[in-house]
C-alpha cells in the first residue's frame, strides 16, 4: 500500500534552516507529481510546493518563494523540502502528497516549529 513517511521537524530559531524528508513506498514514486503542504493551527491546510515526476517543473506558492526548494531523488524515493530563512509565521505541521492513479495520499506530517 501506498506509505508516506516524513522526517526531519523540529524547532528552529527563526532566520534558521531545516530540511524535511518524505520517503515514499507503494507505488511507482518516478511516475507521481509530489507536493508539500501544511497546516498551521486553527488553520486551513495549504499547499506549499509541488513538483514534477522529473524534478524539472517546480511550483511555490508565494511565501515561500526564493527560500523553499522542494526536490526529489527518484533513485530514493524520496522528496525534500529545503526550508531557509525560517519565520515564525512557517511553524506548522508538515505534510508530504502524492496522488496515485486519482487517489490522493498523505503522510502523517512533521512539526516545524520556529520559534526563539
Known amino acids: 500500500q501506498v506509505q508516506l513517511v516524513e522526517s526531519g521537524g523540529g524547532l528552529v530559531q527563526p532566520g534558521g534552516s531545516l530540511r524535511l524528508s518524505c520517503a515514499a513506498s507503494?507505488?511507482?514514486?518516478?511516475?507521481?507529481?509530489m507536493s508539500w503542504y501544511r497546516q498551521a493551527p486553527g488553520k486551513e491546510r495549504e499547499l506549499v510546493a509541488s513538483?514534477?515526476?522529473?524534478?524539472?517543473?517546480?511550483k511555490y506558492v508565494d511565501f515561500v518563494k526564493a527560500r523553499f526548494t522542494i526536490s526529489r531523488d527518484n533513485a530514493k524515493n524520496v522528496v525534500y523540502l529545503q526550508m531557509n530563512s525560517l519565520k515564525s509565521e512557517d511553524t506548522a505541521v508538515y505534510y508530504c502528497?502524492?496522488?496515485?492513479?486519482?487517489?490522493?495520499?498523505w503522510g502523517q506530517g512533521t512539526q516545524v516549529t520556529v520559534s526563539s
Open positions: 507503494g507505488f511507482t514514486f518516478s511516475s507521481s507529481s
Open positions: 502528497q502524492a496522488i496515485v492513479q486519482s487517489s490522493t495520499y
Open positions: 513538483i514534477s515526476t522529473g524534478g524539472t517543473i517546480r
